[in-house]
């Protein structure tokens, strides 16, 4: 009999171990906020040779902008580095020589691409994913005018800023 009676502790011993097991569950959340970012790349625009009386001189460039899927943006250009540049009539320099010029929205050269103020324009568009560049378009124009005909020939240049707004 002594035999029954261990065996049957024994078994009732692991029935306890098991109804005394129990499991609870619980949720957490998993949250990201994507940020709004972008940037920007330019090709420089160069006009082809200008031989003073030969007739204006034009040129195009393309800024690549990468913004977050769905961001606006704008982007704005300043009046040049060269002493004297404004939107209404840009200059290049060689030294203190200067060089007109402008840049455009279009290839109509009719609205001059600028910051916004002082009768420029600026551009937006709208960001593709920060893998995919928006392509917006710089038009340039150097005029045949009196000024660039009395031009000393050299190498002329300036510097464009490109800010990009979002």
């Known amino acids: 009999m002594r035999k029954i009676l261990t065996a049957t502790l024994a078994a009732a011993s692991l029935a306890a171990g098991v109804a005394q097991a129990a499991t609870t569950t619980t949720t957490f959340a998993v949250t990201a906020t994507v940020l709004s970012t972008c940037s920007a790349t330019a090709v420089p625009l160069a006009f082809p040779n200008y031989t003073p009386g030969g007739g204006p001189q034009l040129g195009s460039t393309t800024i690549s902008v990468k913004c977050t899927n769905n961001t606006p943006f704008t982007v704005l250009l300043n009046a040049g580095s060269t002493t004297g540049d404004a939107f209404a009539q840009r200059l290049m320099a060689s030294g203190a020589n200067t060089l007109q010029y402008n840049l455009y929205t279009s290839a109509a050269l009719t609205t001059v691409f ?53």
Do not use: C, K, R
């Open 114 to 166: 600028g910051d916004g103020t002082l009768g420029s324009a600026t551009v937006a568009g709208t960001g593709l994913g920060v893998a995919t560049a928006a392509g917006v378009q710089v038009f340039g124009q150097l005029p045949d005018s009196a000024t660039n005909q009395a031009a000393v020939a050299g190498s002329y240049s300036d510097l464009i800023t490109v800010t990009v707004s979002y």
